[in-house]
């Protein structure tokens, strides 16, 4: 007798449902899915307790006759593809023909249709999967599924769920998700009869849609907008908008491609690498972002949930949405420099269109971080800014890669508090003074600016360092009386096996026999900075890609470089040092975060301030 047997049909329903119907969200989900392919205009979702007592999708679409809400509980029916090669194509969010006799599988559902065109809709009622009748009856046009006793039949995959609150969650997640993807659709959402969402239909644009589900409607959210290049059939139009980078930790990227709302590290990793030195560590990228290709491209087929995709090149996807989140950064650094200093934008303003074409940024020539003499002299010692001399820092673009060697400097003077009124040369603010030798308070046209002294310089030595290093161009300062310094055997191995890296970076070293190691010269932003300190800072870095933590990021050793270089905390300036300091950042094409992902200034609005005292 064979032991091979097939499976009842009921059985095999509850066995696909285990892989497409895992929790109450998996029901709205398809039933989503289905009432967007059959082109609704308004959509309500109603749930009661946490899904498992009642789920009813109600939509507008185009409705079925009773000949098709029969077909559709039979598996593998399907209106959305008819042949092997539309397979590699898919235009439509559900095409498999599973997902409603997996739905009645394990369920109570009541399916009511009618199509435009005829007077009278059908109703057909099903018990775990048992048809039980079908009849006539008056209905609005379009389709309701009502399912009830949700995995009455199963009590082990019930056990299982999650609290109310959680599967409610789920559930509502969905329901951004595709409110999001469709910005025409009306969405209407209740729970236990209390309404949490209203989306109205056809009035949203992409944007203003997006303003609502995320909850930022001031404005802040930055634009993302790239179109693929003519030729490359692989490589996508990159659209959306994203949080600002200081938003709290709990944000989250929403990803979709071709309408698909879809989970994908390959994305995720390339929005991360796109916002790199503009996120605090532990902190991740929140926003919506759109990817548009060719069908051929995509292959939507590789998970039951069709929750996963495979793109035919991520490489090429993966650089797009890199570059495309890059330019919208730059972007938003001239919007928050026109709203920060009042100045026009570099270029012409881009207002976002979906799938706008945004050059990726160029790597500029390396410029002197400071034009001011008063900033110069905050970086030498007091003795050669008052002989005028110049610091290091104030020849950078100057011929050759080297400094002037010179002897070790104090600390820098500590001025003043500065005079009331004092004004910034050019950059629009009226600097008042500086609160906890920490921070830089101006009055700006609409209230109070606060910035952070540190985060400021850091971020602007940071981008000279990059541009330095990107054309092989670091300027170093060669110590007047080299350094020997004593290093463990895991350091030497170190300096051996990253010679050129470290060089790269403006470090000369050279062995002077046994433990020893003498250091002639340093970058010129770290002359003033002890020479143990700042080889401290390579062995931590080198040492972390040696012992299998990753490989090592130039920009990480040059964040750091910048970071020990930079004004400090608690150090005093005067106020044309102050100005000076703020007059860079508004030259700057990136100021707004430290390499580290702290953010630079806060804004305070004069509404701010006065609710502070209850007058607004």
């Known amino acids: 007798m064979s032991r091979i047997r097939i499976l009842p049909e009921n059985l095999a329903n509850q066995i696909a449902a285990g892989e497409v119907v895992e929790r109450p969200a998996s029901v709205v989900k398809e039933l989503l899915e289905n009432a967007i392919d059959a082109r609704a205009g308004q959509v309500a979702i109603q749930v009661e307790g946490d899904g498992t007592r009642l789920i009813r999708v109600i939509d507008d679409g185009a409705g079925m006759d009773q000949d098709d809400v029969l077909l559709c509980l039979e598996r593998h029916a399907t209106s959305k593809i008819t042949s092997l090669a539309e397979l590699g194509a898919i235009r439509t969010l559900g095409f498999r023909g599973e997902a409603v006799p997996s739905i009645a599988s394990v369920s109570r559902l009541r399916i009511t249709s009618r199509p435009a065109g005829q007077a009278l809709g059908t109703q057909v009622d099903l018990r775990f999967g048992r048809l039980l009748k079908v009849h006539e009856m008056g209905s609005s046009p379009g389709t309701s599924f009502e399912v009830t006793d949700l995995f009455g039949n199963v009590p082990a995959r019930k056990k299982f769920l999650k609290s109310t609150r959680t599967e409610l969650a789920h559930i509502e997640e969905v329901v951004k998700n595709y409110a999001l993807a469709r910005p025409e659709l009306g969405v209407s959402f209740t729970v236990d009869g209390r309404e949490v969402l209203r989306l109205p239909s056809g009035l949203d644009t992409p944007r203003s849609r997006a303003e609502r589900i995320l909850g930022k409607g001031d404005g802040s959210l930055v634009a993302v907008g790239r179109q693929g290049q003519d030729g490359n059939a692989d490589e996508p139009g990159v659209s959306g908008y994203l949080l600002p980078p200081d938003v709290p930790a709990a944000a989250r990227l929403r990803i979709f491609v071709n309408g698909r709302a879809i989970h994908d590290r390959l994305i995720t990793h390339a929005v991360g690498e796109g916002l790199q030195n503009y996120l605090m560590k532990g902190r991740g990228a929140g926003g919506v972002i759109f990817l548009a290709m060719p069908q051929e491209s995509v292959d939507v087929n590789v998970h039951p949930t069709k929750q996963e995709v495979r793109f035919h090149k991520p490489a090429v996807v993966h650089q ?114 500086q609160l906890l030798d920490t921070y830089l ?170 609710k502070w005292f209850y007058r607004g």
Do not use: W
């Open 441 to 610: 308070l101006c009055a700006t046209e609409n209230g109070l600016l606060a910035v952070d002294q540190h985060a400021a310089h850091e971020r602007l030595l940071f981008e000279v360092l990059k541009r330095q290093f990107a054309g092989k161009k670091i300027v170093r300062q060669t110590l007047l009386f080299p350094k020997v310094i004593e290093c463990t055997l895991e350091e030497i191995q170190i300096l051996r096996q990253y010679a050129g890296e470290i060089s790269a970076l403006g470090v000369e070293i050279e062995d002077f026999g046994g433990s020893s190691q003498v250091v002639k010269a340093v970058p010129a932003v770290l002359g003033r900075s002890p020479v143990e300190e700042v080889l401290a800072g390579i062995f931590a870095r080198f040492g972390e890609a040696g012992s299998g933590k990753g490989g090592i990021r130039a920009e990480e050793v040059l964040s750091d470089m910048a970071c020990k270089a930079a004004i400090r905390a608690g150090q005093r300036l005067s106020p044309k040092e102050a100005e000076a300091l703020l007059d860079e950042m508004q030259r700057a094409e990136v100021f707004s975060h430290c390499p580290h992902g702290r953010p630079v200034a806060k804004s305070f609005t004069s509404h701010d301030i006065k």
């Open 320 to 433: 797009a949405v890199v570059v495309a989140v890059q330019a919208a950064m730059a972007d938003y650094q001239q919007t928050l420099k026109q709203e920060i200093f009042r100045t026009p934008p570099v270029g012409p303003a881009k207002a976002y269109t979906p799938g706008y074409a945004t050059p990726a940024p160029a790597v500029q020539e390396s410029l002197p971080l400071f034009k001011t003499a008063a900033v110069a002299a905050a970086l030498s010692s007091p003795q050669a800014g008052a002989a005028g001399e110049r610091s290091p820092a104030s020849r950078e673009n100057e011929p050759g890669l080297e400094a002037e060697p010179c002897l070790p400097a104090k600390q820098p003077r500590t001025p003043a508090m500065p005079e009331e009124g004092a004004v910034a040369p050019s950059s629009g603010l009226r600097y008042l003074g």
